[in-house]
């Protein structure tokens, strides 16, 4: 019998009903799942430390229970399992399995190389056909994922809020911040953390994550005009798949899927 989690804190609003753009012809709605948690409300219905109880050993695979250990800090070890608890769900959906149990299912992270960092999914021990992205930004976590073996995505999420114009010098690139000349302070810092969302997540997709300065990820001309370009891992070409954002209380999330070529 699986172990039922408490399905209201990881979804019941995904964030776009979505599907790869035509960009994809072979992947015709191939649909890409999305998990939203509220970090407060994971934190309260599994104890203030979110890996109190008995609740925690139905979850977390061994190895995970290992790794979360070894968070110190309380406010990682929360992003860390908050960000787990919706890319389980998101995995799960993308493989149309949600009849395994959770703790058979495993959220690591790549280790060394050109994408270290980037989680991978594992289920009994095998990796999964899937890609999985996850994103934290307080109170929020997401995780997106999609099962297809040439779909690689990215999701970011990010508050908006009026930042200091050393943020547009590190985020953005000339040519985006001349684009936003004319733009009032809210609507700029709207904009400016939508660009910064979407190339992070663009950034997530090819494995990169900030290794690649922002500021030379002209992140419009990217998604207007694709062309192929050589992704982090192992260099192979890929071309822009999908992508898409939104904003809900003061919130941007952004997603991207690349497909390798
Ligand atoms: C990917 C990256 C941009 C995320 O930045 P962040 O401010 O932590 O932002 P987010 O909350 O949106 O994303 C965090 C998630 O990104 C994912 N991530 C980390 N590295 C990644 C990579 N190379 N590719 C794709 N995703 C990655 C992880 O799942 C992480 O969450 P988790 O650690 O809880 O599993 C940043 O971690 C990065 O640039 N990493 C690569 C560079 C690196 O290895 N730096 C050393 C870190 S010690």
């Known amino acids: 019998m699986p172990f039922a989690l408490p399905y209201e804190l990881a979804t019941g609003y995904p964030i776009h009903a979505t599907y790869v753009s035509e960009l994809a012809p072979d992947t015709p709605n ?47 070890r929360q992003d860390w399992l908050a960000g787990r608890y919706a890319a389980k769900w998101a995995v799960l959906d993308a493989l149309a399995a949600r009849e395994i149990d959770w703790d058979r299912v495993e959220i690591l992270a790549a280790q060394g190389g050109p994408d270290h960092g980037r ?44 930042r200091e114009a050393s943020f547009e010098a590190v985020a953005l690139t000339a040519e985006e911040r001349r684009r936003m000349a004319s733009l009032g302070a809210h ?11 979407l190339k992070e997540a663009w950034l997530k997709a090819t494995g990169q994550g900030l290794r690649a300065p922002l500021t030379t990820l002209d992140i419009f001309r990217r998604l207007e005009n694709p062309t192929s370009f050589a992704m982090a891992a192992g260099g192979r070409a890929a071309t822009l798949a999908g992508w898409g954002w939104t904003m809900q209380n003061d919130m941007v999330y952004a997603w991207v899927a690349l497909q390798t070529v």
């Open 119 to 162: 989680p991978l999914a594992r289920i009994d021990g095998q990796w999964a056909p899937v890609d999985v992205s996850i994103s934290h930004s307080n109170p929020i976590a997401v995780a997106c994922a999609v099962s297809h073996p040439r779909l690689r995505i990215g999701i970011d999420v990010e508050q908006i809020y009026e």
């Open 30 to 76: 191939l649909p890409i799942t999305f998990h939203r948690v509220d970090i407060r409300a994971l934190n309260d219905r599994v104890g203030s430390n979110m890996v109190d109880g008995a609740w925690k050993l139905k979850w977390l695979s061994k190895k995970e229970r290992e790794i979360c250990g070894n968070l110190s800090a309380p406010k990682r």
């Open 187 to 197: 609507l700029r810092s709207r904009e400016a953390t939508k660009q910064w969302a």
